[in-house]
């Protein structure tokens, strides 16, 4: 299994809603990551999970709160979320965070609509 | 700072070749990588290069000179699945990766 898998695809949410985005991988990787990217942007990192602790949060605001229940899932819990909050959620994993040959692998994404 | 900086588009015809340059400053140098992302899709890795020269990976190559700061990927034999954005990334001396804004491709037949 060499994929990363993100669900929802799709999500449309109102602003006191609280819902979740889960990703899911089997490729024995150590470290798991949250991007956020706006149309034409490059990704913007949230949050790393290395070795399923929480390594690196980039500032990001309270009402995204992420979860590493065990190596192979993350999730990203949304609540009180904002319309600029809208974008596409991705996640990636790669084996080692602390090498340079870091090859991250990517989910399909999350696409988020908040009304 | 950190900066990366790549053309925010490029046009070329199916079958000819197309090279998309990236500069970079950059917190110590760990690596670059070379990304494709097709509209709405997720990133999908194309190289990595850390050591000076060319790597070849059947039409695509990439090119680094550390003293330079300066990164090419070289795409042959455009396909119109080319059509897509490539994104450069360094790796910086924390292992953080920094992101260039993309490179959109768009390939006429």
């Known amino acids: 299994d060499t994929e990363v898998t993100q669900t929802p695809k799709h999500l449309v949410m109102g602003m006191t809603n609280k819902k979740s985005l889960k990703c899911e991988q089997h490729?024995?990787?150590?470290?798991m990551y949250w991007y956020k990217q706006k149309a034409k942007k490059p990704p913007e990192l949230m949050f790393v999970?290395?070795?399923?602790?929480?390594?690196i949060n980039e500032s990001v605001p309270s009402r995204f709160s992420p979860e590493c229940p065990n190596s192979s899932l993350l999730n990203l819990h949304l609540h009180a979320l904002q319309p600029e909050d809208s974008a596409l959620y991705l996640c990636?994993?790669?084996?080692?965070?602390?090498?340079?040959?870091?090859?991250?692998?990517f989910g399909a994404g999350s696409r988020l609509t908040v009304l | 700072g950190q900066n990366i900086d790549q053309p925010t588009e490029m046009t070329a015809t199916e079958g000819a070749i197309v090279q998309i340059n990236c500069t970079y400053q950059t917190s110590g140098f760990n690596g670059l990588f070379w990304y494709q992302q097709h509209a709405g899709e997720a990133p999908t890795f194309l190289s990595y290069?850390?050591l000076d020269g060319l790597e070849e990976k059947g039409r695509f190559s990439s090119f680094l000179s550390r003293s330079k700061g300066y990164s090419y990927l070289l795409l042959k034999e455009l396909q119109m699945k080319d059509s897509a954005s490539y994104l450069c990334a360094v790796m910086d001396s924390n292992y953080q990766l920094i992101w260039g804004a993309g490179t959109k491709l768009i390939i006429k037949p």
């Open positions: 490729m024995g990787h150590r470290a």
């Open positions: 290069n850390v």
């Open positions: 990636a994993s790669s084996q080692d965070p602390g090498v340079g040959a870091n090859v991250l692998t």
């Open positions: 999970y290395s070795y399923e602790k929480l390594s």
